[in-house]
């Protein structure tokens, strides 16, 4: 994990690991982020979650609403998600990555976030 700290704003990165799509001729860098932006006396925060190429040309954004959804743990080329559910019991939610990385990565059943390349 590496944090950077500004005036005013704060980031914290970390590597999930790689990941390996189209049979493996494909590998991207999956990386975690948490911005927070300080807006007079409040703290603004963003959640993202990125995939970059090996030769570091390619990125892939997903915008996450709240740190919260961002991934647990990369494995196996599966993504990991813990949330609650509607009765408030923890749940763990797997998004498959093998073949290629979706249009859009959901953190729960019918919580989705759209890609930006």
């Excluded at 994990?1 to 005036?7: L, S």
């Excluded at 073949?99 to 990565?105: F, Q, V």
Aim: proline residues 5%; aromatic residues 12%; charged residues 25%.
């Amino acid at each position: 994990m590496i944090e950077i700290k500004g005036t005013g704003q704060e980031t914290e990165l970390t590597l999930l690991g790689i990941v390996n799509t189209n049979m493996g001729t494909k590998k991207y860098y999956a990386i975690k982020e948490f911005h927070t932006v300080r807006a007079s006396s409040t703290w603004h925060g963003h959640s993202s979650l990125y995939f970059i190429d090996m030769n570091l040309k390619k990125f892939i954004r997903y915008n996450l609403s709240m740190p919260d959804n961002l991934p647990s743990k990369l494995s196996g080329n599966k993504l990991f998600f813990n949330y609650k559910d509607s009765l408030k019991i923890p749940r763990r939610y797997m998004q498959d990555l093998k073949a290629k990385l979706p249009p859009n990565i959901c953190v729960a059943p019918f919580d989705c976030y759209y890609r930006e390349d």
